[in-house]
Structure formats: C-alpha cells, structure tokens
C-alpha cells in the first residue's frame, strides 16, 4: 500500500500532482438494489406530460415519454439519447418543445433507462433504428390517430442516438 501511495503522490505525465482523499468513500453495499430514482437527473413528469411502456414484441419492452398532442399532430419530434444516458436527457428540451406545442416523444434506447430487452448487448445502427420504427409503430396503432406510413417524423439524436 505504501508502494501505492508513493506513485500517486508523484507528478502525472502530463501536469499536476495527483490527489489522495484524506478519507476513504464510504463503502458500498452491493446486496441492496441500486435506486434508479434516486440517480434519475429529473423526475420525468416535471418534464414530460406522460409515460409509456411499449411491448414492441413477447421480450422487448420500451420506455417512451411524450409531451404534447402526440395522437393528433400532423409531425412528431423523435427524442433519441446518447450511449450511457436515457430520454429523460431531454428533459429541458422537451419541456421547451411542450411550451411552443410541439408534439415530441423520447424513447429509452435498448440497454439504457427503464427499457427492458431480451438481448441488451447488440446496439448496432440497424438494430436501433429497427427498435425506434417498432417503438412508432406500436405507438401509432395504440396512441396515434393514424397510420404509422403517415405519421410525419422529425428525428432528433445525440451520439449514439443521432
């Protein structure tokens, strides 16, 4: 441990010395379920006006928030996050989108926020974008007014949502 604390009281490669905490974190307890509340950045209805769980098949289910006349507007923005994040990562923006009436929904991406899939690990462009057409498509046969081949999209992403 000395060896340890001898490396990290050196100068880094690049600039500065490193930091060594006077008190060690407290421990972490690993049997107890993580609280995803707790660590969400907002609370979603603060934001969103409501919130949707779409079984796009028997394995896949999806989170998606929406603000706005999402049943009866002619184009609806599409929220999609970026890797490590969820759709509440929009949550300003479509707070913004709700106050000048646009309708926008935010889909939890595969792997990510509170979507729950059989395979987490492919997040390949083609299997994404085939969750986003499946997620629009539920939504349009049990939320939306019309046709899903008439619905005007408007895609908006971020990393890997983009």
């Known amino acids: 441990m000395?060896?340890?604390k001898d490396v990290l009281?050196?100068?880094?490669?690049s600039s500065g010395a490193f930091f060594i905490p006077s008190t060690p974190p407290?421990?972490?307890?690993?049997?107890e379920p993580l609280d995803l509340e707790r660590y969400s950045p907002m609370p979603w209805n603060e934001y969103f006006e409501q919130k949707?769980?779409?079984?796009?098949?028997?394995t896949d289910s999806f989170c998606v928030y929406s603000v706005g006349d999402v049943a009866n507007a002619p184009n609806l923005v599409v929220l999609l996050h970026?890797?490590?994040h969820s759709a509440l990562t929009w949550s300003l923006c479509a707070n913004h989108l709700k106050g000048e009436g646009v309708a926008a929904v935010a889909i939890d991406l595969r792997a990510h926020g509170?979507?729950?899939?059989?395979?987490?690990?492919?997040?390949?462009k083609e299997r994404l974008a085939r969750d986003v057409v499946d997620v629009l498509r539920h939504l349009s046969s049990s939320i939306f007014s019309r046709d899903?081949?008439?619905?005007g999209v408007i895609l908006v992403g971020h990393s890997m949502g983009g």
């Open 2 to 4: 000395s060896m340890m």
């Open 148 to 151: 899903f081949e008439s619905l």
């Open 82 to 84: 970026g890797g490590g």
């Open 9 to 13: 009281k050196k100068k880094g490669p």
């Open 26 to 31: 407290p421990p972490v307890n690993m049997r």
């Open 114 to 124: 509170s979507t729950h899939t059989i395979d987490e690990i492919d997040w390949s």
């Open 52 to 58: 949707h769980q779409v079984q796009t098949n028997e």
